[in-house]
């Protein structure tokens, strides 16, 4: 399944992508806004999980375009790794265990996630080239 390493490639695929850091941890943004950035668990979000065993990190939150968006993916995609924790209620954004998603869903939620906040003459291109690669 996807490792962070994967995130790396994938992400270097969206133009405009930049690496930056956000509270000491990898995030990937464009147009200075982040659209997914390593996440791990706090203290409080362990608390919050009690006697169930959390999700196994690496954790990456990648943002969605609202939360009906959020809902959607999340019900879509829940054998796929897709979660969210209290601390994310009423924020556009899921979470992913890395080592259960299959890259071709990973390459997906990336691209929905950059596309949330990419300009727009770079996201017509971008969808065109994935049209024209799905033909081939």
């Known amino acids: 399944m996807a490792t962070l390493q994967d995130v790396e490639r994938l992400v270097a695929e969206l133009p405009g992508?930049?690496?930056?850091?956000?509270?000491?941890?990898?995030?990937?943004?464009?147009?200075?806004?982040?659209?997914a950035w390593e996440r791990p668990y706090s203290k409080a979000d362990l608390k919050r999980f009690g006697d169930d065993t959390p999700p196994q990190e690496p954790i990456l939150a990648i943002r969605?375009?609202?939360?009906?968006?959020?809902?959607?993916?999340?019900?879509?995609?829940?054998?796929?790794?897709?979660?969210?924790?209290?601390?994310?209620?009423?924020?556009?954004?899921?979470l992913i265990e890395l080592d259960q998603v299959p890259e071709p869903v990973l390459r997906d939620a990336l691209l929905d996630g950059w596309l949330v906040f990419a300009p727009a003459a770079q996201a017509q291109d971008v969808i065109a080239?994935?049209?024209?690669?799905?033909?081939?």
């Open 17 to 35: 992508t930049e690496e930056t850091a956000r509270h000491g941890h990898r995030t990937w943004a464009v147009g200075g806004k982040a659209y």
């Open 64 to 94: 969605v375009e609202d939360l009906g968006e959020k809902e959607a993916v999340l019900t879509a995609r829940s054998g796929d790794g897709f979660f969210t924790i209290p601390h994310f209620d009423n924020y556009a954004a899921v």
């Open 129 to 136: 080239a994935r049209r024209r690669r799905a033909k081939d």
